[in-house]
């Protein structure tokens, strides 16, 4: 006996995609509030790289053979 032969459904798409609604539009005040609070975060980010590097040259260390 012959099997059936399945190749033609393997071809085809699992699933049918749907088409995307386009763009959404938004309101201006929720765009901007939300572009303040990225660039805050990433301004206070920044600020505190730059402070734990700046303590950090501003440590010194002994040398090793000097410490009892």
Same mark, same amino acid.
């Given at each position: 006996m &012959? &099997?059936?032969n399945n190749s033609g459904k393997k071809s085809e798409p699992t *699933? &049918?995609?749907?088409k995307s609604p386009g763009p959404v539009r938004r309101d201006t005040k929720e765009v901007l509030a939300e572009l303040v609070v990225k660039l805050k975060e990433s301004w206070i980010r920044k600020r505190w790289q730059q402070r $734990?590097? &700046?303590?950090? *040259?501003?440590? *010194?260390? $002994?040398p090793i053979g000097t410490c009892q």
């Open positions: &012959k &099997k059936d *699933s &049918k995609r749907t $734990a590097e &700046k303590r950090m *040259s501003e440590v *010194s260390f $002994a």
